[in-house]
C-alpha cells in the first residue's frame, strides 16, 4: 500500500503562483511514475502533468499547462510537486496527486485550488 498525502492548494488570483505537493509512502518500491490530475465540477478528471521516478525524470504536461506549470520530484524524500505560475480561472479545480507502477496506482485525497477572476 502507499499513502499520497497532498497539501498547498487555496485561493488566488488571476495570474498568481501555487505549489503543490504529494508526500509518499508505504510501499514506493515498484512505483516508477507520479503525477498530478485534476478535475473540475461538471467534468471529467484528467492529467494535467507526470513524471518517472528513474533516470533524469521525464516529464509530461497538457497542452493546457505547457510553460506555466512545472512538475518536479524528490525521490530521497519520495515527493512530487507541481509549481503552477499565471494561474487562469479555468484552473480552477480539485487536484489529485497519482502514483503508479506496472501493477498498480494509487490517488491522493485531493486539495481545492481556484483561481478567482
Known amino acids: 500500500q502507499v499513502q499520497l498525502v497532498e497539501s498547498g492548494g487555496g485561493l488566488v488570483h488571476t495570474g498568481g503562483s501555487l505549489r503543490l505537493s504529494c508526500a509518499a509512502s508505504?510501499?514506493?518500491?515498484?512505483?516508477?511514475?507520479m503525477g498530478w490530475y485534476r478535475q473540475a465540477p461538471g467534468k471529467q478528471r484528467e492529467m494535467v502533468a507526470s513524471?518517472?521516478?528513474?533516470?533524469?525524470?521525464?516529464?509530461y504536461y497538457v497542452d493546457d499547462v505547457k510553460g506555466r506549470f512545472t512538475i518536479s520530484r524528490d525521490n530521497a524524500k519520495n515527493m512530487v510537486y507541481l509549481q503552477m505560475s499565471s494561474l487562469k480561472p479555468e484552473d480552477t479545480a480539485v487536484y489529485y496527486c497519482?502514483?503508479?507502477?506496472?501493477?498498480?496506482?494509487?490517488w491522493g485525497q485531493g486539495t481545492q485550488v481556484t483561481v478567482s477572476s
Open positions: 497519482k502514483v503508479w507502477g506496472p501493477y498498480t496506482n494509487y
Open positions: 508505504g510501499s514506493i518500491f515498484d512505483i516508477n511514475a
Open positions: 513524471i518517472t521516478r528513474g533516470g533524469n525524470g521525464y516529464t
